[in-house]
T-cell receptor, first 115, second 114 residues
Framework: SQQGEEDPQALSIQEGENATMNCSYKTSINNLQWYRQNSGRGLVHLIL?????REKHSGRLRVTLDTSKKSSSLLITASRAADTASYFC???????????????FGKGTKLSVIP | DAGVIQSPRHEVTEMGQEVTLRCKPISGHDYLFWYRQTMMRGLELLIY????????DSGMPEDRFSAKMPNASFSTLKIQPSEPRDSAVYFCASSSQGAWNEQFFGPGTRLTVL
């Protein structure tokens, strides 16, 4: 089953507006990451927030993490047409007993920024 | 520096044929991942390697799928025999920071099995 679930599934905004996407997950995590995928391309890493952090900024991106609610949000300020893409959250889980760790991706939020 | 390189970018084949997807990770990265992306199931981890050794293949759907990493600069994902339900985009990713930190994705291989 999917660990991270993004909300909304699709979002359409005007250029210059802010875009907020949310991610909820089910189990304890080591970190949470956000990736962007342009149509027909691979995923590109945007930002990583660790479980002991609450907020992180990178340029026009702001990510928050609430481990008590098992949720995260990605805010893109002053959106541009070039921000049009799908955005995925990925939760990092580890099984120290099995020595296996992995990222589990949600199904994404499709953001359309209208010029 | 070149990113992750995947070939072919598109593959169309008929059911029952063998398909081999190829990946060259970023030089110096010691983790390599194979993912599959479909509309229905999203992005799924199939298998990952650390220092050319398979660590977790629990995501490999069935015995028709196999993956190898003969050296640090090359990996293959093979499907034999292929089925229409294998149609998807297959991504390779690499990382130098472990299996749960930033990953660098290739452009993907779009596989269509008729």
């Amino acid at each position: 089953s999917q660990q991270g679930e993004e909300d909304p599934q699709a979002l359409s905004i005007q250029e210059g507006e802010n875009a907020t996407m949310n991610c909820s997950y089910k189990t304890s995590i080591n970190n949470l990451q956000w990736y962007r995928q342009n149509s027909g391309r691979g995923l590109v890493h945007l930002i990583l927030i660790r479980s002991n952090e609450r907020e992180k900024h990178s340029g026009r991106l702001r990510v928050t993490l609430d481990t008590s609610k098992k949720s995260s949000s990605l805010l893109i300020t002053a959106s541009r047409a070039a921000d049009t893409a799908s955005y995925f959250c990925a939760t990092a889980l580890g099984d120290s007993g099995a020595g296996s760790y992995q990222l589990t991706f949600g199904k994404g939020t499709k953001l359309s920024v209208i010029p | 520096d070149a990113g992750v390189i995947q070939s072919p970018r598109h593959e169309v084949t008929e059911m029952g044929q063998e398909v081999t997807l190829r990946c060259k990770p970023i030089s110096g990265h010691d983790y390599l991942f194979w993912y599959r992306q479909t509309m229905m199931r999203g992005l799924e981890l199939l298998i990952y390697f650390n220092n050319n050794v398979p660590i977790d293949d629990s995501g490999m759907p069935e015995d028709r799928f196999s993956a190898k990493m003969p050296n640090a600069s090359f990996s293959t994902l093979k499907i034999q025999p292929s089925e229409p339900r294998d149609s998807a985009v297959y991504f390779c990713a690499s990382s130098s920071q472990g299996a749960w930190n930033e990953q660098f994705f290739g452009p993907g291989t779009r596989l269509t099995v008729l």
